[in-house]
T-cell receptor, first 115, second 111 residues
Framework: AQKVTQAQTEISVVEKEDVTLDCVYE???????LFWYKQPPSGELVFLIR??????QNEISGRYSWNFQKSTSSFNFTITASQVVDSAVYFC????????????FGTGTRLTVIP | EAQVTQNPRYLITVTGKKLTVTCSQN?????MSWYRQDPGLGLRQIYY???????DKGDVPEGYKVSRKEKRNFPLILESPSPNQTSLYFC??????????FGPGTRLTVL
């Protein structure tokens, strides 16, 4: 069975602090994909990153970085020097590698950045 | 501009009154899906389609219908809406195992 757990329901940080959002996944597939999406207060879902299971290299994009560790089935997301515009709900999702169409989402982490 | 569009964006209706939420994509994607988002539950898939005239149930299909007569369109039909279908709905599309792109969402309230 596929499952994604985001244990942090809500996080508040003061602007310019670093924050890490945790994501733990379960799957028996050897090929799979992991995603992070951002949902700002306006409600749309914004794609942030996609990783496949064969690529454990960490990735950095500006103030965003992702730490993928297959040994702990985790795909954590860190925002460095947080800004008010980072306030949103962040979803981690798991996609199967066989082309099946379902994305399995975590329940989301609501991040509030306080100015 | 590559995008997924949904209409309407907001809808308030009453129990039992049939409604359709439209979804259209201009990226020539084969795969399209409908999800609903509820507090504390994340997003759950309702139905998906792998191509024209090919649709299948997702995790929470009860009370919904879909059709895929054209590649670009994937409407979601609620034949007899009930209050437990009050939710935020997202349409999504993608090519094969590529990233899934989401529409702007439709907030539905059933009274």
């Amino acid at each position: 069975a596929q499952k994604v757990t985001q244990a942090q329901t809500e996080i508040s940080v003061v602007e310019k602090e670093d924050v890490t959002l945790d994501c733990v996944y379960e799957t028996r597939d050897t090929t799979y994909y992991l995603f992070w999406y951002k949902q700002p207060p306006s409600g749309e879902l914004v794609f942030l990153i996609r990783r496949n299971s064969f690529d454990e290299q960490n990735e950095i994009s500006g103030r965003y970085s992702w730490n993928f560790q297959k040994s702990t089935s985790s795909f954590n997301f860190t925002i460095t020097a947080s800004q008010v515009v980072d306030s949103a709900v962040y979803f981690c999702a798991l996609g199967r590698g066989d082309g099946a169409n379902n994305l399995f989402f975590g329940t989301g982490t609501r991040l509030t950045v306080i100015p | 501009e590559a995008q997924v569009t949904q209409n309407p964006r907001y809808l308030i209706t009453v129990t039992g009154k049939k409604l359709t939420v439209t979804c259209s994509q201009n990226m020539n994607h084969e795969y399209m899906s409908w999800y609903r988002q509820d507090p504390g539950l994340g997003l759950r898939q309702i139905y998906y389609s792998m191509n024209v005239e090919v649709t299948d149930k997702g995790d929470v299909p009860e009370g919904y219908k879909v059709s895929r007569k054209e590649k670009r369109n994937f409407p979601l039909i609620l034949e007899s809406p009930s209050p437990n279908q009050t939710s935020l709905y997202f349409c999504a599309s993608r090519k094969q195992t590529d990233t899934q792109y989401f529409g702007p969402g439709t907030r539905l309230t059933v009274l």
